[in-house]
């Protein structure tokens, strides 16, 4: 497949003047319930009963208190009203952050307003189920912001995922076992797809070798479905040999992918500082979710249908899937015509 060798942002705390007071238009006791508290009730529901990922939830409460320092006069639901949302998107526009120690940024980008959107609206659609407030009065009447044009390209470069693989070399060339393990983490990336959750919760015991899959468990999963990933021969090749230093290392921990440190795996933090280390050695700015847009964009560039992109990645829509596939050129189509012959 590859020819080769081997969050929401912390808002900055600006001070807002309330803007009117006419959004408190009921009058009625449900009008003074605190949306703290429905907030907290919210998230008990998507933990306990919708069984959202502890990370979901966590996305859902940045969004949420993002929105209460912002717009600081909504407090109780009385306060709700649809020009609400259209305060909150421009003062978000427009609002000072940190960057940084010492760096201030104004504005975010138009995918990040369109995520504060629908975690957002999740949380009002469930008011509004819940009869808090009435269906379809804030769902149906904000719009969604729009994005503009999609041009970012996504997925990595051959040249790229070559650059990060050198820098690894070259990082970890007097430790063959750090070597070995994050060129592991590479290759499972790229010739899986697999997202960050679901790479720090493989266990030895998901890699089979006999049917040559790796079982991703539906409790690490954002579906939250068990899925079996067919693996690529390289693939197979590299993590033989690095289970065998694994071993000889003495570590005793289930995770597949562990600590440099301790006999433990990788942690979250752990990861993240991975990335950043040969994001900046390898000069090539990347984050764990390129990867997957490579897996998904090398597999169409085979020709293999949407369908099988779609369960491999784990998702639940062609839909969803297709966001994968948007930095796929124009250009790439040549290989096709060419070989086209009436």
């Known amino acids: 497949m590859f020819d080769i060798i081997l969050g929401v942002s912390r ?11 006419i959004y408190t238009t009921d009058t009625s006791n449900k009008s003074t319930l605190l949306l703290s508290k429905l907030f907290e009730d919210y998230a008990s529901d998507c933990a306990y009963v919708k069984r959202l990922r502890a990370a979901t ?14 717009m600081p006069e909504v407090t109780q639901l009385g306060d709700v009203h649809p020009q609400m949302f ?32 629908n975690k957002l609206m999740a949380f009002f659609k469930w008011l509004e189920d819940y009869d808090y407030i009435e269906k379809g009065s804030v769902t149906k009447k904000v719009s969604k912001p729009s994005l503009p044009k999609y041009e970012d390209e996504k997925a ?15 990082y970890a060339l007097d430790d063959d076992f750090i070597r070995s393990r994050d060129l592991a983490i590479v290759l499972l990336l790229l010739y899986t797809g697999i997202r960050k959750g679901e790479l720090l919760g493989l266990r030895v015991q998901d890699v089979d070798f006999e049917s040559q899959t790796l079982h991703i468990n539906g409790n690490t999963s954002k579906s939250k479905r068990n899925r079996q990933i067919p ?37 979250e933090h752990g990861l993240k500082h991975w990335s950043t280390k040969y994001s900046k ?21 085979t020709n293999a249908d ?31 015509i060419d070989k086209i012959s009436f």
């Open 57 to 70: 939830i966590s996305s859902y409460r940045d969004v949420f208190t993002t929105f209460t320092i912002i």
């Open 281 to 301: 050695a390898a000069a090539v700015p990347f984050h764990l979710h390129r990867f997957r847009h490579t897996f998904a964009c090398t597999l169409a560039k």
């Open 86 to 117: 259209n305060e909150f998107f421009k003062r978000l526009s427009t609002r000072e952050r940190k960057v940084g120690r010492n760096k201030i940024k104004v504005g975010i980008k138009s995918s990040t307003t369109r995520t504060y959107y």
């Open 231 to 267: 693996m690529h021969f390289s693939l197979i090749t590299h993590l033989k040999s690095y289970l065998r230093q694994r071993k000889d290392k003495g570590y005793l921990t289930p995770a597949l992918i562990v600590s440099s440190r301790y006999d433990r795996g990788l942690t």
């Open 11 to 21: 808002p900055y705390r600006q001070t807002y003047t309330p803007v009117m007071d």
């Open 156 to 170: 990595l470069s051959e040249s790229e995922i070559s650059k990060i693989i050198t820098a690894i070399s070259i």
């Open 306 to 336: 949407i369908i099988s992109i779609m369960r491999v990645l784990g998702h639940s829509s062609t839909k969803t899937t297709e966001q994968y596939l948007r930095s796929i050129k124009t250009s790439n189509s040549r290989a096709f």
